[in-house]
């Protein structure tokens, strides 16, 4: 079975700093792995995805993520944090079993201080 | 267009009311799946369709009933609910009908139902 963990479930960035969104993953198999943006009252919007290919994966916006099997991890980052970027992060991870079911972590809120 | 449009915004029903909300998508996608999304949590999988028929019902209570007339549309009739049903219904759509763990799923703004 597959499954993410996404270890704090707050975090806060001054405008200009980096941004880090821890995500790991379990997976008895290759995952396909997913980082979705919620913003207040909104359905989600795909930042970026793993699909085996490159390991280091170009999102929308400026985020981007590193698939890294050894640490089975799959973090996201952004160099400089906009006000913008305030909002809820979802990592997920695709079901491998016929179907595709997406499994959500529990969700990162992002705040970004001015 | 990769935008997936639902219906109502916003519903207030009584438990004994029987409503459905709506979800539409034009982009020729073959999967469309409901989500049930609580407050300050993730959203939890309800229902899948591939090629229009129901593929997963996640041991969803009969009280919530899918329905998908066509590829571009799909339902959810509410009946008989109770307030822990409170939450927002999201719809979400992908190329493929459901056997490629790799595609996109686009998501709807949702539904946020209120029971009393």
């Known amino acids: 079975a597959q499954s993410v963990t996404q270890l704090g479930s707050h975090v806060s960035v001054s405008e200009g700093a980096l941004v880090l969104l821890r995500c790991n993953y379990s997976?008895?198999?290759?995952?396909?792995l997913f980082w979705y943006v919620q913003y207040p009252n909104q359905g989600l919007q795909l930042l970026l995805k793993?699909?085996?290919?490159?390991?280091l994966v170009k999102g929308i916006n400026g985020f981007e993520a590193e698939f890294k099997k050894s640490e089975t991890s799959f973090h996201l980052t952004k160099p400089s944090a906009h006000m913008s970027d305030a909002a809820e992060y979802f990592c997920?991870?695709?079901?491998?079993?016929?179907?595709?079911?997406?499994?959500f972590g529990t969700g990162t809120r992002l705040t970004v201080i001015p | 267009d990769t935008e997936v449009t639902q219906t109502p915004k916003h519903l207030v029903m009584g438990m004994t009311n029987k409503k459905s909300l709506k979800c539409e998508q034009h982009?020729?996608?073959?999967?469309m799946y409901w989500y049930k999304q609580k407050a300050k949590k993730p959203p939890e999988l309800m229902f899948v369709?591939?090629?229009?028929?129901?593929?997963i019902n996640e041991s969803v209570p009969s009280r919530f009933s899918p329905e998908c007339p066509n590829s571009s549309l799909l339902n959810l009739h509410l009946h008989a609910l109770q307030p822990e049903d409170s939450a927002l219904y999201l719809c979400?759509?992908?190329?493929?009908?459901?056997?490629?763990?790799?595609?996109?799923?686009?998501f709807g703004p949702g539904t946020r139902l209120t029971v009393l």
């Open positions: 979400a759509s992908s190329l493929e009908g459901g056997a490629v763990s790799t595609d996109t799923q686009y």
């Open positions: 997976s008895s198999v290759p995952p396909y």
């Open positions: 793993y699909t085996s290919a490159a390991t």
């Open positions: 997920a991870v695709s079901g491998r079993t016929g179907a595709n079911n997406l499994f």
């Open positions: 982009m020729g996608h073959r999967a």
């Open positions: 369709y591939s090629y229009e028929k129901l593929s």
